[in-house]
């Protein structure tokens, strides 16, 4: 399947290291996802791109940066990681609807930080 | 107390088996319930949506109780490729953000 799009699949980087992980998706939906899943925990949303509206979860730092520029492709900007940033990173989309939205995965990106 | 809580498991059961996940929600204003399905180091796929008046996809029935915030599968005559976590996911209303379980992973032993 391909609808959604991730690369790269893996990343090491080190804590000084500046990165950027991309989204693409070719379903024609209207608002993108970035979620992070570290082992054993819940998936946790990060940031929300919908109707050329951006919505972020607080609790991301700072060294996290999205950028939309069109409703198609996402971008997750990285500087100075840390260890703890080491997760899988998967990127979503969705038609917005009223009612339910269903959202569609990308294979994600693992993320190593050395 | 978690949003989207989830008996972790792992459930192990023979193929053949019916085998039953619950999930409860804190959220009284949720309106929009999911099962998604993980394999090892891949993504999660939608599996169901759950409706009010339950839901059945083949193997699978998805009921939903409002009154007591709680979502079920049920999953009859497993299959050795049903091994996966299995998510409850919850959708607030008109939020956009899906707010997940950390997932319930059942393995089928042959």
């Known amino acids: 399947e391909t609808g959604v799009t991730q690369t790269p699949r893996h990343l090491v980087m080190g804590m000084t290291n500046k990165k950027s992980l991309k989204c693409e998706q070719h379903?024609?939906?209207?608002?993108m996802y970035w979620y992070k899943q570290s082992a054993k925990k819940p998936l946790e949303l990060m940031f929300v791109y919908s109707l050329e509206e951006r919505v972020e979860n607080n609790s991301v730092p700072s060294r996290f940066s999205p950028e939309c520029p069109n409703s198609s492709h996402l971008f997750l900007h990285l500087h100075t990681l840390q260890p703890e940033d080491s997760a899988l990173y998967l990127c979503a989309s969705s038609q917005i609807l009223q009612g339910t939205d269903t959202q569609y995965f990308g294979p994600g990106t693992r993320l190593t930080v050395l | 107390r978690k949003e989207v809580e989830q008996d972790p498991g792992p459930f192990n059961v023979p193929e053949g088996a019916t085998v039953a996940f619950n999930c409860t929600y804190s959220?009284?204003?949720?309106?929009?319930f999911f099962w998604y399905r993980q394999d090892c180091r891949k993504e999660p796929k939608l599996l169901m949506s759950v409706y009010s008046s339950g839901n059945e996809d083949g193997r699978f029935t998805a009921q939903l109780n409002r009154a007591s915030q709680y979502i079920s599968l049920l999953i009859r005559d497993s299959k050795l490729s049903d091994s996966a976590t299995y998510l409850c996911?919850?959708?607030?209303?008109?939020?956009?953000?899906?707010?997940f379980g950390s997932g319930t992973q059942l393995t089928v032993l042959p």
């Open positions: 996911v919850v959708k607030a209303g008109s939020a956009r953000q899906l707010t």
């Open positions: 379903l024609g939906h209207n608002a």
């Open positions: 959220n009284s204003a949720s309106q929009s």
